[in-house]
């Protein structure tokens, strides 16, 4: 067990990474190593912050996330308090190809801030997309925002900013 700057129990001893068990990724081991170096050793007093930390599954298809579940945001602000918006597709390079794959994006947003609380992605590029989307969601994004960027035609990425109704 350690606190927020990756002190053990026992003075002078730290930890970080997977034996702490806060979330064990790689890139997020690295961080807390940085964010340990930066208090220990430069001066800087700085922990991390876990929330909106994209991750991917390097599946077939891709899986990326970032932020709440469905059920996790409805639990936080209740079911009446959050709007789902949802996109299941044939991308337009599948449709050219006579693939058969699909694409699968829900966004999730707390409705009286209009913030972006998660983004779940099933697609070849989940991984890629979801890194920026955690850019977004970082920077405390709203569904506005999303709405209005610009989509990068044709990419599957677009439909997050063409999204306009709520799913049921």
């Known amino acids: 067990m350690v606190n927020e700057f ?11 990474g997977d034996v702490t068990n806060r979330m064990n990724l790689t890139p997020v081991a690295l961080a807390e190593g940085h964010c340990f170096a930066d208090t220990e050793f430069g001066g800087k007093q700085r922990s991390l912050d876990y929330e909106n ?4 599954v390097f599946a077939q298809p891709a899986i990326g996330t970032c932020g709440l579940t469905q059920e996790e945001a409805e639990e936080k602000y209740g079911k009446e308090n959050i709007v789902i918006y949802k996109s299941d597709f044939r991308p337009l390079k599948q449709t050219i190809a006579m693939g058969t794959e699909r694409t699968f994006l829900k966004l999730i947003v707390e409705k009286s801030s209009d913030r972006v609380v998660g983004c779940h992605i099933v697609e070849p590029s989940a991984g890629e ?10 920077a405390g994004a709203t569904k506005a925002d999303f709405d209005s960027t610009i989509g990068v035609h044709p990419t599957a990425a ?4 063409t999204m306009r109704t709520p799913s049921t």
């Open 129 to 138: 997309i979801i890194q920026l989307v955690g850019v977004a969601m970082k």
């Open 6 to 16: 990756s002190q053990t129990n026992v003075p002078n001893v730290f930890a970080v």
């Open 158 to 161: 677009e439909e997050l900013v």
């Open 53 to 56: 930390i994209p991750t991917a």
